[in-house]
């Protein structure tokens, strides 16, 4: 099997007409052309990502298995990512990391030191009246 050929952003963007339709998803590259008529979702979906990354619009869909399976028959070749650029992937997570909340330090220690004084001396008290 020959190996995949590789595409830059640049090459990829060549490739943005109705006729000739490739887009990038999780850094392989697909040569949609002849799929633009039967994809359940529309032309226009496609036509809005030729020659793009649609990595993000396509899991935003959440398409299924046997779409991932169709998927891999236009499979071109892979992504190569140019300068600065970096790969886009299916996030499995929030790409924006939440703040982790500062632990404020509260008097809880303390009043509960306070709370266990107060049980033992009331304890001793009571011992004390019963003996
Ligand atoms: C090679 C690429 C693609 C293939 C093989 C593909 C295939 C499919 C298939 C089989 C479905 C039917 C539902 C399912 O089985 O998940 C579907 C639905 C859909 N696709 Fe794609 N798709 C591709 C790319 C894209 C892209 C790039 C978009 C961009 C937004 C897109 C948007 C949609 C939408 C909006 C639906 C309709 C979902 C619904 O009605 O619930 N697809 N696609």
Not at 111 to 131: D, E, M, P
Request: charged letters at 25%; a negative charge; proline letters at 5%.
């Amino acid at each position: 099997m020959a190996a995949a050929k590789t595409y830059t952003t640049t090459e990829l963007a060549l490739h943005n007409s109705k006729d000739n339709l490739f887009l990038s998803i999780n850094g392989k590259v697909y040569d949609v052309s002849g799929f633009i008529d039967e994809h359940p979702g529309g032309e226009e979906v496609l036509i809005d990502e030729a020659g793009h990354d649609a990595t993000e619009s396509f899991e935003d869909v959440g398409h299924s298995e046997e779409a991932r399976d169709i998927m891999k028959r236009f499979y071109v070749g892979e992504l190569k990512l140019e300068g600065s650029e970096k790969p886009k992937t299916k996030p499995t997570f929030a790409t924006t990391p939440k703040p982790i909340p500062a632990v404020e330090p509260t008097d809880t220690g303390s009043s509960l030191q306070y709370v266990i004084a107060a049980v033992v001396v009331a304890g001793c008290v009571i011992w004390k009246a019963i003996s």
